[in-house]
């Protein structure tokens, strides 16, 4: 048994690390032909891509994917950390797990992603939900079929590493989009901002060599796939743990050249915002005028005890040079109330740096305090009450801009990737604009996977509605 150690997660010593290839043994292919499984993904996109590469070694042991959890052989839970409701949703579906698993002995049942990763979430499983599979870490999940086969024999495998390992390429991805990809760039993030748990459960930051990541990228446009989507913690920081001369700006460059209709990269952290990566973004078409910048507070006292890095004033300089310098750029956030401290004022300078930067979208949380991080040991914690309050006044501010932003674009032709069927509208398409923000329309010979010009009719606070149209001239 290996449990994870929060005090060895914390050390910021770099190690060196070897990049190893990925290989199922023999003795797993088809192991379990003929049995189902059933995959929950909690949390980011990094986990969602994660679990791709689950799904598809799952699979090569010879599982078959079903949507219906009380009819599998296997319940496997990718679960995440970053706020104290995506544990509760973790351990509400573990506890419908305990009472199918009361009925259906061979039931298999494993636990992996984030949570894994905490010494608290660890106990209590051992000392409540002895009866799982397995609980592996984000740093070896690719171990799950040793660990499943030995559970079936030996009970319960907790497998989790405290801090990174090799990285591992060549992952068989089964992939959840037939046009857009996910494509990790680089994992962990070393910023340790004071609230944040995701340094503790992803390890240091530790880039792809360039190579894997543009050999993968090739081989989804020969796949005929239209949308990368470069994910990291903190992508601008890309490169700086392995090169000299190489950063994200280069890679960017790297992946517009190879043609791929379009690129789009998350969470870009203002610090590490060059000019230059700003010049690349503006020069490339295909790189989308879209960017997530999360700003977490618009008052310096609390950015400072958030351990952020930059102030209000170097954030809104860096939001009005990409402005001035990618035309129709969209700008969406993510930010905190009630982080502890917050008072009235300061909450009032986030309102007004919201008043500024009208954002396209934003994601707006409640501080929820995490075990082993530093704001934990701040004074000042927040009163639920007016936690909640805030995030209310916060929303129907930012909701407001939402549409504003949306109704501008009311009877232009914009340019929409075809994802699939409108899930709301009877015959009706969906799809998003290069600025990502989602349209449903309809119209006559449309294909998923296309690029096509819509005509917007009507925008509403998260979606607009439009019709096909034939202007080859559209905007973004
Ligand atoms: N790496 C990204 C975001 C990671 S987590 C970045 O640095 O911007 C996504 C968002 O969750 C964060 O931007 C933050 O707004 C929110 N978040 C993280 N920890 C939180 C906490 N303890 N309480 C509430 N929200 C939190
Ligand atoms: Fe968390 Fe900060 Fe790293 Fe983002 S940059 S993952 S908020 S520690
Ligand atoms: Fe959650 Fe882990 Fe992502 S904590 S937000 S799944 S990195």
Redesign the pocket.
Known sequence: MQKPNFEEARTTDKRSYETKKFALEEKYQNYFKGKTYFLKTYG?QMNEHDSENIEAILENLGFQKIENYEQADLILLNTCS??ENAHNKAFGMLGRCKHLKEKKKDLMIGLCGCMAQEEVVVEKVLAHYPWLNFVVGTHNFYEIPKLLVRSLKEGLQVEVYSRERDLVEGMPTHRAHSYKAYVNIIYG?D?F?T????PFTRGRQRSRTKEAILEEIQNLIKDGYKEVVLLG??VNAYGKDLYDDYGFGELLEDVSLLNIPRIRFV?S?PWDFTDEMIDLIAKYPNIMPSIHL?V?SGSNRILKRMGRRYTKESYLHLVTKLKEKIPHLALST???VGFPGETEEDFQETLSLVDTCQFDNA?T??????IG?AATKLKGQVDEKIKEERLQRLNEKVNGYFLQNNQRLVGQNLKVLVEGRSMKQKDAYFGYTETNKLVNFTGENIEVGEIVSVKIEEAKTWSLDGRKSEDFKASR
């Open positions: 980011c970053i706020r993030c910023k901002c609230y944040c748990i995701v913690q903190n969470t952290h999360p977490q993510d930010i905190i994601f949380f409640i501080y929820s305090q995490r991080t």
